[in-house]
């Protein structure tokens, strides 16, 4: 065995060795969260609940296209307080449990119009699940926001126009 080849699959080796729990997947969300400890399954809940939120559509992406779930934990994560974040957590945690009472189904094997109709139940529900009702306020309002402020809103459906705005030489004027 020569020395460089020995050194060079060592190397080889022990990059693999420090890669390896990177590649694992060791169940946290795919995005850095400083405050927040989300799981691959939860992370993924929150994709079919903002999904539901704004579904896609022959002629636009929906919320998971436009990964409106990541916005949503990003944004939890960084712009909200302890206690909004606890709720949204608990929130979270409780959704699959409280739609399996309600439907016989977890949230995620429910149809569309079923997932819609628990949704507003929920929001309109005050005394039943607090948590459950800030974790869809707060993601309802920031998936609108997020969708509202995408690449894909800002350039393809609204229409950016200069601001002096466009030259029309040939206006008629009227005389005074």
Same mark, same amino acid.
């Given at each position: 065995?020569?020395?460089?080849?020995?050194?060079?699959?060592?190397?080889?080796?022990?990059?693999?060795?420090?890669?390896? #729990?990177?590649?694992? !997947?060791?169940?946290?969300?795919?995005?850095?969260?400083?405050?927040?400890?989300?799981?691959?399954? +939860? +992370?993924?809940?929150?994709?079919?609940?903002? +999904?539901?939120?704004? %579904?896609?559509?022959?002629?636009? #992406?929906?919320?998971?296209? *436009?990964? *409106?779930?990541?916005?949503?934990?990003?944004?939890?994560?960084?712009?909200?307080?302890? +206690?909004?974040?606890?709720?949204?957590?608990? !929130?979270?945690?409780?959704?699959?449990?409280?739609?399996?009472?309600?439907?016989?189904? %977890?949230?995620?094997?429910?149809?569309?119009?079923?997932?819609?109709?628990?949704?507003?139940?929920?929001?309109?529900?005050?005394?039943?699940? %607090?948590?459950?009702?800030?974790?869809?306020?707060?993601?309802?309002?920031?998936?609108?926001?997020?969708?509202?402020?995408?690449?894909?809103?800002?350039?393809?459906?609204?229409?950016?126009?200069?601001? %002096?705005?466009?030259?029309?030489?040939?206006? #008629?004027?009227?005389?005074?």
């Amino acid at each position: 065995m020569k020395r460089r080849s020995a050194i060079k699959n060592l190397m080889i080796f022990a990059g693999g060795i420090y890669l390896l #729990p990177s590649c694992a !997947g060791n169940g946290k969300s795919s995005i850095e969260l400083k405050n927040l400890d989300i799981l691959v399954g +939860e +992370e993924a809940l929150l994709g079919e609940v903002a +999904e539901a939120m704004i %579904p896609k559509t022959a002629d636009a #992406p929906g919320a998971r296209g *436009l990964n *409106l779930h990541l916005f949503t934990l990003k944004m939890v994560d960084d712009c909200h307080n302890a +206690e909004d974040q606890k709720a949204f957590k608990a !929130g979270l945690a409780s959704l699959n449990k409280i739609s399996l009472e309600k439907n016989n189904k %977890p949230f995620n094997q429910l149809d569309a119009i079923t997932r819609i109709q628990f949704i507003e139940s929920t929001l309109k529900d005050t005394t039943n699940n %607090p948590a459950l009702r800030t974790f869809f306020e707060i993601t309802k309002r920031r998936v609108i926001q997020g969708f509202t402020n995408s690449k894909y809103v800002m350039t393809d459906l609204k229409q950016y126009e200069m601001v %002096p705005g466009r030259y029309n030489g040939y206006f #008629p004027v009227d005389k005074v």
